[in-house]
């Protein structure tokens, strides 16, 4: 952990350069070395032993051991699949497309690693339907690896084979879930199954399936070419390396920062983003997507890392960053979080199905001023019988957030509600956050 | 008494149910190729696709967009297309057609318009532009609606049109966008995300301190 903060570009690393897309450009800075070294160098175990040991964990929210999770995968001659989850759908959660329109290659070549150490003959990338310009690019830098070399039948020579997927969505957060992707992966409707099985043992057809992250996977290629050692250098000791942070709300510069796990958070709202509008104030921040449980001002001062966040009783989550001002209404932002669940519940448990639909009812009622004070221990006593009781925790993400802001704002919420009998609209309480004009379009 | 086929329990039918449904046919078997007129290069698409995965059910969405691509929506007619090439009931592709967002089971318009309505986009006012969207697009053949968390954050309030992304745009920028569409050119060049460079490499906030941006 270094004393001076600011970016620490590794991923992003030559990411203005448009000519990085492409895999002359991508080598050109030194790609592809690492898929080299690991075919031609490197047993399997050596591959899963640097990635166990860097002590990478799962970017796409639940911050597992990755290497500690391919070494789940069994040993043996059946076929064996490599997912990489690029459905990122979590509101306030932007980093995966930047990674995957900037640097395809490194997503590439870290999936040859990883499918080295899992044994996976067959790869897919799941990238959300929306991302259709994004899965462009991929189409073209998966079809120039190919013509490479790197993907393919006896790659580099090695007797390896790997083909390689790129599978676009049609639109469903679930779908982010990995069993759910699995399902959808498998051409049906987007459903969670239960664990155990875990897809390392029993997953995409039945068979062991490795599933991870675009950012962790994008992370593979440095942490065999310059080991675990360097990989460790940054971040903590609990939260080793770099991370894309989404920045977004109302911040003045809102994009995606990668800096060293652990630093402030303060750092990266204030110093990176630019802070609030000119004349405003954090009221509260999303720490980890819209799934994370709010947090205040006071704990701006945190270390942003898995460890950190986990002890406010939040969570780091996909490392994305939702900054609310003093213009926004908590109990406008629960309604509106609750709505998003709502939405994307697939139907399966009846906790969620069922509880978000109550929720966002009740939400709704609290807004019109139509509410009573029970409303509010009902809205609470309802997060707690979903939490834990579903195939998914989609509605434990729902649960989290919600009831933290019914915890942190109650007088808020009171308030909202004493206005019962003046049938509010929803639209006259909140006001809109609006950029000062000069920086709209900063950036282009 | 004839059993029918369209109504086995001699229950009333919700018109809405068979509405644009093909009559006298039933979604549960599966349907044979000659009988469904796919066009060819429909057909070979479908095969192209279930020829990258080791289980063909896995085409599934994939053919379905296809089929969306051909027709400008999954049609009744392009599900039984489908559903003959690939060897599944109609009644299946539907199941799995009628779960996704993207993929509509009714007649949308030529052009797509998707405004984010989710957080970050509704504190930057994303309600608004969803509306501003559909006062300019009334009567066009457009078709408009607020989506979930597009993964445009930092271009706030944002909508994709046609696949691709735009923003941050303001509430006037909405009738533009739909004039540029109808005219068939470029929408919004301006606001187009894949001209924006990296947040941290614009200029630094007005009066905050510039940060050095430190790389290895």
């Known amino acids: ?444 | 008494m004839s059993w029918d086929p369209n109504d086995p329990a001699g229950l009333p039918v919700d018109p809405a149910v068979s509405e644009g449904r093909v009559p006298g046919r039933t979604s549960e078997e599966v349907p044979e190729l000659h009988e469904v007129g796919c066009p060819p290069e429909l057909r070979e698409r479908i095969e192209a696709l279930m020829a990258r995965y080791p289980d063909r059910k896995s085409a599934s969405i994939p053919a379905l967009w296809a089929v969306q691509k051909r027709y400008g929506w999954c049609t009744p007619e392009g599900i039984r297309q489908a559903a003959a090439v690939m060897r599944f009931t109609p009644g299946y592709l539907e199941s799995v057609a009628s779960f996704y967002d993207l993929l509509h089971t009714e007649p949308v318009g030529a052009h797509r318009i998707e405004v984010c309505t989710n957080i970050s986009c509704w504190m930057r006012g994303g309600d608004e532009l969803l509306q501003a969207f559909y006062e300019a697009g009334e009567g066009e053949d457009v078709h408009i609606t607020g989506f979930e968390c597009l993964g445009a954050c930092d271009i706030a309030p944002m909508a994709s049109i046609d696949q691709r992304y735009y923003g941050p745009l303001e509430t006037a920028e909405a009738a533009t966008a739909i004039e540029q569409l109808k005219a068939g050119g470029e929408v919004l060049p301006e606001k187009a995300l894949k001209e924006r460079g990296l947040a941290g490499d614009s200029p630094p906030a007005a009066d905050g301190e510039p940060r050095e941006r430190d790389r290895r």
């Open chain 1, 1 to 444: 952990m270094r004393a001076e903060y600011g970016e620490t570009r590794v991923l992003l690393e030559h990411a203005e350069d448009p000519a990085l897309r492409t895999i002359d450009g991508y080598r050109g800075y030194g790609g592809y070395a690492s898929l080299e070294k690991a075919y031609r160098e490197l047993e399997q175990d050596e591959v899963l032993k640097v990635l166990e040991d860097s002590g990478l964990r799962g970017r796409g929210g639940a911050g597992f051991s990755m290497g500690k999770k391919a070494s789940f995968l069994p040993r043996g001659e059946m076929a064996k699949y490599l997912c990489c989850n690029a459905d990122e759908s979590e509101p306030g959660a932007f980093k995966d497309r930047e990674l995957m329109q900037r640097n395809p290659h490194q997503l590439i070549e870290g999936i040859a690693i990883a499918a080295l150490a899992a044994d996976a003959g067959h790869a897919f990338i799941f990238i959300r339907g929306e991302y259709a310009a994004q899965a462009d690019i991929l189409d073209a830098a998966v079809a120039e690896a190919y013509e490479a070399g790197y993907l393919g039948t006896n790659i580099l020579g090695m007797h390896r084979d790997l083909e390689l997927v790129v599978h676009r969505g049609a639109g469903a957060y679930i779908c982010g879930e990995e069993t759910a992707l699995l399902d959808a992966l498998e051409g049906k409707r987007g459903n969670p199954r239960l664990k155990p099985p875990f897809p390392a043992v029993q997953g995409l057809y039945g068979g062991p399936t490795l599933i991870n992250n675009v950012e962790t996977l994008s992370n593979v290629p440095g942490i065999v070419a310059k080991g675990a050692e360097w990989f460790k250098g940054f971040g903590t000791e609990q939260s080793p390396g770099t991370k894309v942070v989404s920045i977004s709300g109302g911040v003045r510069r809102p994009g995606n920062y990668e800096v060293e796990l652990g630093i402030p958070t303060r750092e990266l709202i204030y110093g990176l983003a630019g802070g609030p509008e000119p004349g405003h104030e954090v009221k509260a921040f999303y720490p980890g997507g819209s799934s994370s449980p709010v947090l205040t001002p006071d704990e701006l001062d945190l270390p942003y890392s898995f460890e950190a966040m986990a002890e406010a009783g939040s969570m780091l989550g996909s490392g994305s960053i939702i900054v609310a001002d003093d213009r926004v209404s908590i109990p406008h932002m629960a309604l509106r979080t609750a709505r998003f669940y709502h939405h994307e519940s697939c139907g399966k448990c009846a906790p969620c199905r069922e509880g978000t639909n109550w929720t966002v009812k009740m939400l709704e009622r609290v807004v019109r001023g139509e509410a009573t004070p029970m409303d509010l221990d009902i809205i609470s006593s309802v997060q707690e019988n979903i939490m834990g009781h579903c195939l998914c925790v989609l509605g434990d993400s729902m649960a989290m957030p919600v009831s933290a802001m019914v915890r942190k704002f109650r007088a808020e919420f009171e308030e909202v509600m004493a206005n019962a009998g003046s049938a509010l609209d929803e639209g006259e309480q909140h006001a809109v956050v609006r950029a000062p004009a000069e920086t709209l379009g900063a950036s282009i």
